[in-house]
C-alpha cells in the first residue's frame, strides 16, 4: 500500500465499484440527495494548508468539502455525474473534496481520476505524499503527462512524488517515463537523480531504463549523460566494452571511436588499453588509420609497440600505414624499428625524405656513415628524386648486400664514394646486379632446366639477354650445362649466342671448346659463324678448329671465304686439299693468294732461261738437246718414263751437270702442268714447301717432282722438274 | 763473305725417316743456308757416283738448278772458295769446309744405305762409290 494510509485506515472498507473493480470502502458520507449543495463559506484552499502534508489533508476535508464540490458540479456536470456514483463513499470520507480542491484546473480530468482511482484511499495517499509542495505537484503531473502516470501504480507514483525528483519529471517525455517505468521504483528514482532529464529523454528510451542503470553501474552519471547522444551504439554494445573503451580513450576518445563500426570496436574493447598506450591521442589514431580496421590496428600495435609505431604513425603517411598494417607482425616491428634507428643516428626526417624510406632503411642497417650518405644525397636530391625505380633499387641493393653477410661492402661503397654522382654509379651498378638476381630467381623458380648444372652466373647472364623460355630452349639445344657454363664464364655477349642458336653452339661444342668458341665470337660475326657451322663439313671443321687458333680461323673465313669462287678456293676446299695442318703452316695470305702453275711457270720449265749455272730451266728434251753450247756425255730414260736422266758439260769447262729432262713436255704441257700443280699441291699437304725457295712433291700419277715457288714472283711457282 | 767453317761444321747429317729414293740422310742445322740445304737434300740416287767424283777431283757440279762451283783464289797464298747455288742464291764458304761437310754427308748415307740394305746396294756403281767416298773422306780428313 501506498504511503498516505494512515488517514484512509479510519474504518474503510471494501467495496465493489460502478467498474466491478475491488476497492477499499468505509464509512462514506452520502451526497446529498438530489445533487444540491450549499456554497462554501469558508476561504481559498491555499490558505488552508496546515504545516504537515496530514494536517493540511485534514483541514481541506472539513472545511472544503461542500464547497469544492459544488464547484465540481458547477462547472462540470460530468464530473457532477461521477461523483454521483461514488458520492456517497467520497462523501463519508470528506475525501472527495480534496480532490476537488487539488484539481481545480483540471475538471475535465476528474471523471479519468475517478476511473483510475476508485479507491479514494489511494489518490488520497497521493495527494498526501505532495501535500507539502502540492502545487508544484500539481505543475508535475501535468506537465509529465498525467495520464501517463496515473495509468502507473499507486506505489510508484507516490514514490516519485516523495523522491524530491519533481524538477526532473516535469522535463520527462512520455517514452522516458515508458521506459523508467519498466525498472523497480528505486531504480527509476536512482536514474532520474543521478541523469539529466535530456539525458533521460534521448538515451532511456532508446536503451531502455535497465541497460541505462547497468551503464550507470559502470561509468560515472556525468560520462553517461556525455553519452546521451550515442544511444543507439550503446544500445548495442556491451557495457563493459563501452567502460574500457572510454577508460582508455575517454568520452571525448569515445565519440571519435564510436565512428568505427561496432564489431571493430567489439574487437578493440578487450585490448583498449593496449591500444590507449600505443595511441595516447585517439582521434590521431583515428585520423591517420581510418582505412584500417581494428584488427589491422591491433596487429600495429602488437607488432611495433608503442614508441615505435609512434614513430610510424608520425613519419608514415596513411596509406604506407595501411600497407604496413598488413605486414606481419615482424615486419611492422621490423620498419618500426628502423625508423628509430634514424632517430637514434639522428636523422633527420627530411634526410629519409631525400633517401626514400627503402633506401633509408638499407642504409641504416648498413649502420655507418647514414647520415654522411644522406647529406651527400642531399645535394643529389634532385636527381635522386627523379630515379624512383633507380633508388629503390639501390635501397634493395644495399640490403641485399647487408643482409647477405656484406655490410662491410655496403660501408665501403659508401665512404669509397667521393661525391653523390659517384655513390650513385656505385650503387646503380650494384642496383642492376639486383635486377639480376630478381630475374635469375624468376628464371629459377619457373625452369628447372636452369637449375641444374648452370651457375647463378650463367643464368644472370643468359636471362639477361634473352626470355626464359629462350634461355631454357638454348640450354637444351647446348645439352651440357658444363660447356655452358665454361662459355658464359669467358664473358661473353650472350646475346650473340642466342642468334647463333643452342644448336649451332652445340655443333661448336663437338669440334672445340668454350674459350675457342668464345674467341670465334670475338672475330667473326654471327653471321659468319653460323655460316660456318651450317657449311663447313663436319670433320673438316673438327680438323679446322683442332689445328687453326680461332684467329687464324678467322682470318681464313673472313680472307678466303667458305666456297669456291671461280679459281679461287674456299675455306672448305683449302682444308680437304691441304689439310688443317697445312693451312696453319703456311697461313690465310698464302692461300689467298696461291696461283701455282702458270703460264711463266711453263715457259721456264719448256723454253729455259739460257745458261746460267748451267742451263736453267728447259726440261723440255727436244729444246734441251737443241740448246747450243753444251755437250751431253749421257742421256738415260727412266725405264719406259717420258723422263730422262742426261749429264753434260759445257766446254771448255769440265764440270759436270746432271739434269732431268722430259720428253715431248712442251707436246704434252696441259698434262704436265697438271702434274706440277698436282705436285705442288701435294708440296703444300705436306708442308714440303718454302715460300720463295725449294718445294717437292708427288703428282697424283707419281711423278715426284720439285721446283721453287715464288722466288721471282710472289705466289707463282718458279720452275719444277722432275726429281 | 764466305761462311764460317764452324758453321758447316757445327750442320747435323741425319738418317731420314721416310724411303725416299736415294734421299737417306739429311742435312739440318738452325743457321743452315738454303743453297746448302737444298744441294744436299735433293740429291737424286743417280747424281751420287758423279759427284762424289767431282768433290774428289775438286771440281764444280750441277744437279738441275743446284751446285756449285769452286772459285779461283784471287791471291795464291788464299785459300780456295766454293759457292753453292740454287735456284735462289749462293753461299760461299771454304774449299776444305765444305769438302769436309760432302764428305760426312756422303759416308753418312753410305752407312745409313748399309744399315738399310737400300736398294742403292744393288746398283752397279755402288761399290765404286763407297771406295770413292771412303777416299774423299780421308782426303778430307773427316
Known amino acids: 500500500m501506498p504511503s498516505g494510509k494512515k488517514k484512509s485506515k479510519k474504518g474503510t472498507q471494501p467495496v465493489t465499484g460502478t467498474d466491478g473493480r475491488t476497492t477499499t470502502t468505509g464509512t462514506r458520507a452520502q451526497a446529498p440527495p438530489g445533487g444540491s449543495f450549499t456554497p462554501p463559506t469558508s476561504s481559498q484552499p491555499q490558505a488552508i494548508q496546515g504545516s504537515t502534508p496530514q494536517q493540511a489533508a485534514a483541514g481541506w476535508q472539513q472545511t472544503a468539502a461542500s464547497w469544492t464540490f459544488w464547484a465540481l458540479s458547477l462547472r462540470n456536470p460530468a464530473v457532477a455525474a461521477a461523483a454521483s456514483k461514488h458520492g456517497s463513499t467520497w462523501q463519508e470520507h470528506n475525501d472527495f473534496h480534496t480532490i476537488g480542491l487539488l484539481l481545480p484546473g483540471h475538471l475535465d480530468l476528474v471523471p479519468k481520476l475517478l476511473k483510475l482511482f476508485p479507491s479514494i484511499e489511494e489518490l488520497t495517499a497521493i495527494i498526501d505524499a505532495v501535500a507539502g509542495d502540492k502545487g508544484k505537484a500539481l505543475e508535475a503531473l501535468q506537465k509529465a503527462g498525467i495520464l501517463a502516470l496515473l495509468a502507473t501504480s499507486v506505489p510508484r507514483l507516490t514514490g516519485l512524488l516523495k523522491a524530491d525528483v519533481n524538477d526532473k519529471l516535469v522535463q520527462l517525455q512520455e517514452p522516458a517515463l515508458e521506459a523508467l517505468h519498466k525498472v523497480k521504483p528505486n531504480e527509476e528514482i536512482h536514474l532520474i537523480r543521478q541523469l539529466k532529464a535530456s539525458t533521460l529523454n534521448t538515451l532511456v528510451p532508446v536503451i531502455g531504463a535497465a541497460r541505462a542503470k547497468t551503464y550507470l553501474n559502470c561509468l560515472s552519471p556525468a560520462t553517461l549523460v556525455s553519452l546521451e547522444e550515442h544511444g543507439e551504439l550503446l544500445a548495442k554494445m556491451q557495457p563493459q566494452d563501452v567502460k574500457a573503451l572510454i577508460d582508455a580513450y575517454g568520452a571525448e576518445g569515445f565519440s571519435i571511436l564510436k565512428q568505427r563500426p561496432v564489431a571493430d570496436l567489439e574487437l578493440l574493447a578487450p585490448q583498449a588499453a593496449l591500444v590507449s598506450e600505443t595511441f595516447p591521442e585517439a582521434s590521431e589514431v583515428m585520423t591517420h588509420l581510418k582505412r584500417i580496421s581494428a584488427e589491422e590496428l591491433l596487429a600495429l600495435c602488437e607488432g611495433a609497440g608503442s614508441a615505435n609505431l609512434q614513430i610510424l604513425l608520425e613519419h608514415l603517411d596513411p596509406k604506407e600505414i595501411y600497407q604496413l598494417a598488413r605486414q606481419p607482425a615482424k615486419t611492422i616491428q621490423h620498419e618500426a624499428s628502423l625508423l628509430v634507428n634514424f632517430g637514434h643516428k639522428g636523422i633527420g626526417w627530411d634526410e629519409l625524405e631525400v633517401l626514400g624510406k627503402d633506401n633509408a632503411m638499407a642504409f641504416a642497417e648498413a649502420n655507418q656513415g647514414v647520415k654522411e650518405l644522406a647529406k651527400k644525397l642531399k645535394k643529389f636530391s634532385g636527381e635522386w628524386k627523379q630515379l624512383d625505380d633507380a633508388s629503390y633499387s639501390i635501397g634493395e641493393a644495399l640490403k641485399i648486400l647487408i643482409t647477405n653477410k656484406k655490410p662491410a661492402k655496403a660501408r665501403k661503397i659508401i665512404k669509397d664514394s667521393a661525391s653523390a654522382e659517384k655513390l650513385h654509379e656505385a650503387i646503380t651498378a650494384i642496383a642492376k646486379l639486383i635486377e639480376d638476381k630478381k630475374q635469375l630467381r624468376e628464371a629459377l623458380a619457373s625452369t628447372p632446366i636452369l637449375r641444374d648444372g648452370l651457375t647463378g652466373k650463367s643464368i644472370k647472364q643468359l636471362v639477361r639477354a634473352m626470355t626464359v623460355p629462350e634461355a631454357a630452349d638454348f640450354i637444351k639445344a647446348v645439352g651440357d650445362a658444363a660447356n655452358l657454363n665454361d662459355l658464359l664464364a669467358q664473358g661473353i655477349e650472350i646475346s650473340y649466342f642466342k642468334q647463333l642458336t643452342g644448336a649451332h653452339t652445340a655443333t661448336l661444342f663437338t669440334k672445340t671448346d668454350a674459350k675457342k668458341i668464345k674467341a670465334l665470337a670475338d672475330n667473326l660475326t654471327v653471321v659468319q659463324l653460323t655460316e660456318v657451322v651450317q657449311n663447313v663439313p663436319a670433320q673438316a671443321l673438327t680438323n679446322l678448329l683442332g689445328e687453326l687458333s680461332a684467329l687464324q680461323f678467322a682470318d681464313f673465313v673472313k680472307v678466303c671465304g667458305l666456297q669456291d669462287v671461280g679459281a679461287k678456293k674456299g675455306l672448305i676446299t683449302l682444308e680437304n686439299k691441304y689439310t688443317a695442318a697445312s693451312l696453319k703452316h703456311y697461313g690465310h695470305t698464302f692461300f689467298n693468294n696461291l696461283q701455282g702453275v702458270t703460264n711463266a711457270t711453263m715457259q721456264h720449265v719448256i723454253d729455259g732461261d739460257g745458261i746460267k749455272t748451267g742451263v736453267s730451266g728447259c726440261h723440255d728434251r727436244t729444246k734441251f738437246m737443241a740448246q747450243p753450247g753444251i755437250a751431253i756425255t749421257s742421256d738415260i730414260r727412266r725405264g719406259v718414263t717420258a723422263v730422262y736422266d742426261v749429264k753434260y758439260t759445257i766446254p771448255p769447262d769440265t764440270k759436270v751437270y746432271i739434269k732431268t729432262l722430259i720428253d715431248n713436255l712442251n707436246a704434252n704441257k696441259a698434262d704436265w702442268r697438271r702434274r706440277a700443280t698436282e705436285a705442288l699441291d701435294d708440296a703444300i699437304k705436306n708442308q714440303q714447301l718454302t715460300v720463295g725457295g725449294k718445294w717437292s712433291g708427288a703428282s697424283i700419277d707419281g711423278y715426284s717432282l720439285e721446283g721453287y715457288y715464288g722466288s721471282k714472283t710472289s705466289h707463282v711457282m718458279d720452275t719444277f722438274y722432275v726429281s | ?142
Open chain 2, 1 to 142: 763473305m764466305p761462311l764460317a767453317d764452324d758453321i758447316l761444321n757445327d750442320l747435323e747429317i741425319t738418317a731420314r725417316p721416310g724411303n725416299i729414293p736415294g734421299r737417306l740422310v739429311e742435312l739440318t742445322g738452325p743457321n743452315a743456308p738454303a743453297p746448302l740445304l737444298n744441294f744436299f737434300n735433293y740429291l737424286s740416287p743417280r747424281a751420287l757416283p758423279p759427284l762424289v767424283a767431282a768433290l774428289r777431283a775438286q771440281r764444280g757440279f750441277g744437279h738441275n738448278e743446284e751446285g756449285y762451283d769452286y772459285l779461283a783464289a784471287a791471291a795464291s797464298e788464299e785459300p780456295a772458295t766454293v759457292a753453292v747455288y740454287d735456284f735462289v742464291g749462293r753461299v760461299e764458304m771454304s774449299a776444305p769446309a765444305f769438302q769436309r761437310l760432302a764428305a760426312r754427308f756422303l759416308v753418312q748415307l753410305v752407312q745409313v744405305a748399309a744399315a738399310r740394305q737400300d736398294a742403292m746396294l744393288q746398283q752397279p756403281w755402288w761399290e765404286e762409290f763407297v771406295q770413292d767416298t771412303q777416299a774423299l773422306a780421308e782426303q778430307a780428313e773427316i
